[in-house]
């Protein structure tokens, strides 16, 4: 096929962007700014594919106009619940995704949240800027200690392994394990874990509970009151998955009755909007969806996008295809 005409709906790294217009007619929205949902129409009469990311939001009748033009939405991200797979399905789009290349530096970013949470990183941070350490007292922000606690996973594919190994092999911990099929023994072994069948298990026993499920219905307020009310008094919260797998009230309920000691957390239920209550909790330590934001991974990520792109319009099975 001639190069395919495509639409990159957000800027990425120079150096992805310079590989994707070796293999495309590329289209790049430069200044970076939100697809409305009638630019998406728009787009879907026009391009062979659309390469959006996670934070777009495709509205459902782009499925039916772009059926028959728009083969392939390669998306830049790991995460695809944004995108509907049944309507995608249905209207002959394939997609893809970005995975492997996240791992590290997404469970990166949720070790250094519980650090942060656990040692109360953010709130000192904020009493220097204000001018107000009053200097080193026994009883100054004690936070909680991370080495040897117990950590527990909901979710354990490559992120939530990811995450364990830091844990077990780096700060001694306790691994506990939710994940919605059996792991390998093996792989528990490797970092020293244990599968327990619910979340409410798992809340049961850990000091930090990290989230590493895929976002979407299924996940939906899959952390709600009754898992809030099985953890230990003072445990601490750590989200780098997907906002709505936490019922946000559910957790403001939790941290109000001091149920829940604080909160690690990089996504939000309705981002990029931030409900209020968390101004009022200084012991949420709260990131902008910052997970995969490292150079060499957002590279990575938009090179295998890439790929994916180039491997579906050779005729070969893309790496990463999810339909
Ligand atoms: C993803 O790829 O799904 C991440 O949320 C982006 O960091």
């Not at 772009?66 to 049944?86: E, T």
């Not at 844990?167 to 306790?174: L, N, P, Y």
């Not at 909160?263 to 012991?283: C, I, K, M, S, W």
């Not at 990520?301 to 070969?316: I, P, Q, S, T």
Request: some cysteine; charged content about 20%.
């Amino acid at each position: 096929m001639a190069r395919p005409s495509v639409l990159v709906t957000r800027a990425w790294p120079a150096a992805a962007e310079a590989r994707l217009e070796e293999v495309a007619d590329a289209t790049f929205r430069h200044p970076d700014r939100p697809m409305t949902g009638d630019e998406f129409l728009a787009a879907a009469g026009r391009y062979d594919a659309i390469l959006p990311t996670v934070s777009d939001h495709l509205p459902e009748a782009f499925y039916d106009t772009a059926a028959g033009r728009v083969k392939l939405l390669a998306n830049y991200g790991v995460g695809f619940n944004h995108i509907d797979l049944d309507r995608a399905r249905a209207a002959g789009i394939a997609v893809t995704n970005t995975p492997g290349v996240l791992t590290d530096c997404t469970a990166d970013m949720a070790m250094g949240l519980l650090l942060a949470a656990a040692r109360r990183i953010g709130e000192g941070e904020r009493e220097l800027r204000a001018g107000q350490w009053a200097g080193w007292r026994p009883t100054h922000l004690v936070g909680t200690r991370v080495t040897g606690a117990t950590l527990g996973i909901v979710g354990f594919g490559r992120i939530g392994q990811a995450m364990a190994r830091r844990a077990h092999h780096g700060f001694g911990m306790r691994v506990v394990v939710q994940n919605r099929s059996p792991v390998a023994t093996q792989t528990l072994a490797a970092c020293g874990a244990t599968q327990v069948d619910t979340v409410e298990q798992v809340a049961a026993q850990a000091d930090f509970l990290s989230l590493h499920c895929p976002g979407g219905a299924e996940t939906r307020h899959l952390i709600g009151a009754s898992v809030f009310d099985a953890m230990k008094p003072g445990a601490i919260l750590i989200n780098t998955a997907r906002g709505d797998v936490v019922d946000e009230d559910a957790l403001f309920a939790a941290l109000d009755s001091g149920r829940l000691g604080g909160a690690g957390l990089d996504v939000y239920q309705n981002e990029p909007a931030l409900d209020a209550r968390f101004l009022a909790h200084d012991t949420c330590v709260l990131a902008p969806h910052l997970g995969s934001a490292t150079q060499a991974t957002r590279e990575a990520m938009g090179l295998k996008a890439v790929e994916n792109l180039r491997a579906f319009f050779a005729g070969d099975t893309p790496p990463d295809q999810v339909t």
